[in-house]
């Protein structure tokens, strides 16, 4: 982070300050707390951050920001609401950067496309991304804020579960590029309906300067319904997908068990020099793409990566090797064997969308006779989508010909029963992951590949630990 004085964050903030420091780091968590950091003191659902102040002081701030009277040893900001004083400063340290900030959100795929857009970008700067989950109120201001000197360009993940969270977000980042990776069905719960996401997730345009892009994906019925002409101010629309005319597509994809390839091609060509090559009509820019994971959903994150590469001027040879180096985010899809047995962990977040797209990959991965295993858990917040997603799920299982399902929680019990209606022979369902595991262990043997998935709150690394632990 930049040096910045206290009299100038209060002046970014709109509060006062009793004295004068200079802070080179913001946190909100006391534990957090450097020499020369701001601690800013935030009430929570469950703490209030002025309850912290003295032990932040004592561990070593050197100024502390409150929205209410509080005495201190160090210079103290006072605010109105040090909530959004957070953001306010955010928003006003992003505008020392005249740099490309890419804005992302989407129903699914978001932390995978990020880390793509980033490897992308860093082929010709030096790229800051989020961190983590660090994609709501709280941590896009901590992403901006986390921005050096040296950043030449930012990707930053937006998520929300309500109505005009992400417009908070978007004014704060002020985006010059806005990538939507899809319409789903998650969080559902809160927003009514498919088209109740879709405007949710549009309010990301609220931030983006007039003039700038908006990539889409134009295989979703729901994106593919969204025109320049549906609003008041100008920005330019750009699309990718593998079954529309778009104008960044991926052509001859090979699935195979441990990388995708296919043939990239970009309308208008990115470069001269490659236009008309291998099979690409002359209007066109192509280019080989190898990604060191498989599936069809990782095809279409790796689109949105290239058609902010293309919007940003990166050549398609230094755009292929970034992909070619993508490595996946956290426990999203990691692919381990461990004792000959492939273990696919994807137990960040669930909703149909995902594991109809987890589906796809342990069908891939079982092509030549290895064994297709998986580990459903429940998903949340679909509301009264619950029993009808849930089912849904069975049926992509189904059709992935899995040769084993086993399913944990009350909701799972839907995707258990509609898999078993689709033919799936052998599904067993637990109330217990402990038990879970103790069944599934004996089952497993060398070729055999087992996908786990489930939302955050079921913790299904659980049982991920003890396979692993009786593999090793």
Not at 65 to 73: G, I, K, N, W
Not at 119 to 134: D, E, F, P, R, S
Not at 170 to 180: E, G, Y
């Amino acid at each position: 982070m930049k040096t910045l004085t206290t009299e100038k964050i209060a002046q970014y903030c709109g509060g006062t300050t009793t004295g004068h420091a200079d802070i080179t780091s913001v946190v909100i968590d006391n534990r957090q707390v450097t020499p020369g950091a701001l601690f800013i003191a935030i009430r929570g659902e469950r703490l209030d951050g002025h309850q912290f102040v003295q032990a932040a002081i004592d561990a070593g701030a050197a100024a502390v920001m409150v929205h209410q009277d509080t005495e201190a040893s160090v210079p103290v900001i006072r605010v109105e609401d040090t909530e959004k004083a957070f953001l306010d400063l955010a928003r006003s340290y992003r505008q020392t950067f005249d740099i490309p900030v890419v804005a992302l959100t989407g129903s699914v795929g978001k932390t995978t496309t990020k880390e793509m857009i980033w490897c992308v970008l860093n082929a010709k700067y030096n790229a800051h991304k989020t961190q983590g989950n660090l994609n709501n109120s709280i941590g896009v201001p901590k992403v901006l804020l986390g921005l050096e000197p040296e950043h030449t360009a930012a990707v930053v993940e937006m998520g929300m579960n309500h109505k005009g969270e992400i417009s908070v977000l978007t004014r704060t980042a002020l985006p010059n590029m806005a990538v939507i990776t899809n319409i789903g069905v998650s969080h559902i719960e809160n927003l009514g309906s498919r088209e109740g996401i879709l405007a949710a997730k549009l309010e990301i345009l609220e931030g983006l300067k007039e003039g700038s892009t908006l990539i889409l994906n134009a295989d979703n019925d729901m994106l593919s319904t969204v025109k320049e002409s549906d609003f008041n101010y100008k920005f330019k629309i750009r699309t990718f997908g593998i079954t529309t005319n778009a104008d960044v597509t991926a052509k001859d994809i090979v699935y195979k068990e441990a990388s995708t390839e296919f043939l990239a091609s970009v309308k208008p060509s990115l470069q001269s020099g490659l236009d008309g090559a291998d099979g690409c009509e002359s209007t066109e820019c192509c280019f080989r793409v190898v990604l060191p994971t498989t599936g069809e959903h990782n095809v279409y994150d790796a689109l949105a990566a290239i058609s902010v590469g293309a919007e940003q001027g990166i050549e398609p040879e230094l755009i292929a090797k970034a992909l070619k180096n993508y490595v996946p985010a956290g426990m999203r899809e990691k692919v381990e064997v461990i004792g000959g047995v492939t273990l696919v962990e994807d137990c960040y977040n669930a909703s149909p969308d995902s594991v109809r797209a987890l589906s796809n990959t342990l069908r891939i991965k079982g092509e030549g006779g290895h064994r297709k295993i998986a580990v459903i858990a429940d998903m949340l917040e679909l509301g009264s989508y619950s029993e009808e997603g849930h089912r849904n799920c069975g049926k992509y299982l189904a059709e992935a010909e899995v040769d084993m399902l086993l399913t944990y929680g009350e909701l799972a019990k839907y995707v258990a029963d509609e898999a078993k209606k689709c033919g799936v022979l052998r599904v067993f369902e637990f109330d217990s992951k402990e038990e879970l595991a103790k069944h599934l262990i004996p089952m497993l043997k060398e070729g055999d590949v087992v996908a786990f998935k489930g939302s955050r709150g079921m913790a299904l690394e659980d049982v991920i630990d003890l396979v692993k632990g009786e593999l090793s």
